[in-house]
């Protein structure tokens, strides 16, 4: 035996990836178990809210409105800090999926708000409706009357005065009368808010306040490019608001024409916030874009109103055409009947990988531990990002058909070293050429499935996206485990002499060659 140039840096080599690999595999996988994260279940094992949304009355819309209204409605799930939810189209629906969260119905009703987000200036204030009795009759919403002149809410009456000495730094005349001629009308309904006339809309609930009449929209949520909520000195909830280089010109001319009066902001027919205008201010500056919104906001209230700004209103008018409440009970008995048959099939392999090519089997069955490990630690640290789709059985089938493909391609090389050595070579002088003629195929076949799973991850929808996601994931980590695990972990078992001419279960019985010694 003569002594190869270099074989000493590269038996270092070898040793060196074999250790990245186990420390890089079982060490992400630690520190994942060690940081409490777990992947990112879908509906179908943590259970759930479905929700089918479709165009009002029946509309066909361009599958542009739908894909805007599909990223303004993830967007407000990721705002609302709920994690793992699927927003998709579906034909000329929506479907939103939210795991695991069991107060659906209030979360989706912020999500699918489909009314413009608009700005319009207040009137008056009216009580809440009355339904009249006797022979009067209702008032009619879409004809609403003008305020009188005594509840008028403009400068002149408000007489907003900055102070400050007083908390809120300001005082205004808080004797205005209600506008009592609009008790008798109903608040307009949503298919009559119309933005170019006035309304007569209700506040928030939390808010106490009775309802506004305001005027035609003088701008809309468009105009906003960011809100964030906050607490201010007084430890009261505000939001502040980053416009765009338009709204914030357009925001300019309109609060200097309504300076010191309210400015309602209204969303699905409910006015979220009526604050006055720079009521610190003696006179008016311009606001740099910046504004910020207070006045008896609760928390809650706060986050609701920064999400409306922050993503905006849908391009379209959605309905629920079903809604449905899933329990995990059935996705678990999936997942465990077919965990149970991927374990089994798995247990299988292993017997059967051990007994044909036994110390070879070994490296099967570390590579698959390794496999193992990086799977689970990637799929759980994208699990705290919305940057892969969510975890179920679906993706549980794609990872159980990973596994053939990377059996196959253990079983590929072990096979070309066997053709290699019944052509008369020695295992030592048939790793390399076993393993470029098996890298060959390996990188050929799991190419054709990585490129299967990514058509199939952009063409296909709902939970067969999760399937192509996941067994392209493992495919392409296939590829890098047979690179840097099984090469160099089946080159340094089979250029020992010890570990390859073992009896009844070296490396050179596992290939069923008739001497293991080296050439």
């Not at 609930?205 to 960011?226: C, D, E, N």
Request: aromatic share 8%; charged share 10%.
């Amino acid at each position: 035996m003569t002594a190869v140039p270099g074989g000493g840096r590269r038996q270092r080599g070898l040793v060196i990836s074999l250790l990245l690999i186990l420390i890089i595999s079982f060490g992400s996988l630690f520190a994942t178990l060690l940081a409490g994260w777990s992947p990112k279940l879908g509906l179908d094992l943590a259970g759930g809210t479905q929700v089918v949304l479709t165009p009002a009355n029946g509309a066909k819309v361009p599958k542009s409105q739908l894909n805007e209204a599909v990223t303004i409605i993830r967007n407000r799930v990721d705002g609302l800090g709920v994690s793992g939810a699927i927003v998709e189209v579906q034909g000329n629906q929506i479907v939103v999926q939210v795991p695991g969260v069991k107060n659906g119905r209030q979360i989706l009703a912020e999500l699918v708000t489909t009314a413009q987000l608009l700005f319009r200036p207040v009137e008056c204030f009216a009580n809440p409706y009355t339904k009249p009795t006797g022979k009067v009759k209702p008032g009619n919403p879409q004809n609403l009357p003008n305020c009188a002149s005594a509840s008028l809410l403009t400068s002149t009456n408000l007489q907003v005065t900055p102070n400050q000495n007083l908390a809120a730094g300001y005082s205004y005349n808080t004797n205005i009368p209600v506008d009592t001629q609009f008790d008798r009308y109903p608040s307009t309904p949503p298919k009559f808010d119309n933005p170019l006339k006035s309304v007569l809309l209700p506040g928030l609930p939390s808010a106490g306040t009775g309802r506004y009449v305001m005027f035609p929209a003088v701008m809309t949520g468009q105009a906003v490019a960011s809100a964030s909520v906050a607490q201010d000195a007084t430890g009261a909830w505000v939001v502040n608001c980053t416009l765009t280089p338009t709204g914030s010109a357009r925001w300019d001319q309109v609060t200097k024409l309504y300076f010191h009066e309210f400015m309602g902001i209204e969303l699905d027919g409910v006015v979220q916030s009526a604050p006055l205008i720079y009521p610190t201010q003696t006179t008016w500056s311009s606001f740099g874009g910046q504004v910020s919104i207070s006045g008896n906001l609760t928390q809650s209230d706060a986050n609701a109103l920064a999400t409306a700004l922050q993503y905006g209103s849908l391009p379209v008018k959605l309905t629920p055409l079903n809604y449905q409440v899933i329990s995990p009970t059935l996705g678990h008995a999936a997942l465990v009947a077919g965990l149970g048959a991927g374990l089994a099939g798995l247990l299988l392999v292993m017997l059967y990988v051990l007994f044909y090519y036994r110390l070879l089997g070994l490296v099967v069955l570390t590579g698959l531990a390794v496999t193992g490990a990086i799977l689970w630690a990637l799929i759980a640290a994208l699990g705290q990002t919305s940057a892969a789709p969510s975890f179920d059985l679906a993706g549980v089938t794609g990872l159980i058909v990973s596994i053939g493909i990377t059996v196959d391609s253990y079983i590929v090389y072990f096979e070309r070293l066997k053709d290699e050595t019944r052509s008369g070579r020695s295992v030592r002088t048939s790793l390399d050429r076993g393993f470029a003629s098996a890298w060959r195929t390996v990188l050929a076949a799991d190419t054709v499935s990585l490129l299967a799973a990514v058509l199939l991850y952009f063409l296909a929808i709902g939970s067969v996206r999760g399937f192509a996601f996941f067994l392209g994931l493992s495919t392409l980590l296939d590829i890098i485990v047979t690179w840097f695990f099984t090469r160099p972990a089946v080159t340094l078992l089979g250029r020992n002499d010890t570990l390859t001419s073992m009896r009844g279960i070296g490396v050179a019985r596992g290939l069923a060659v008739t001497t293991g010694a080296p050439a």
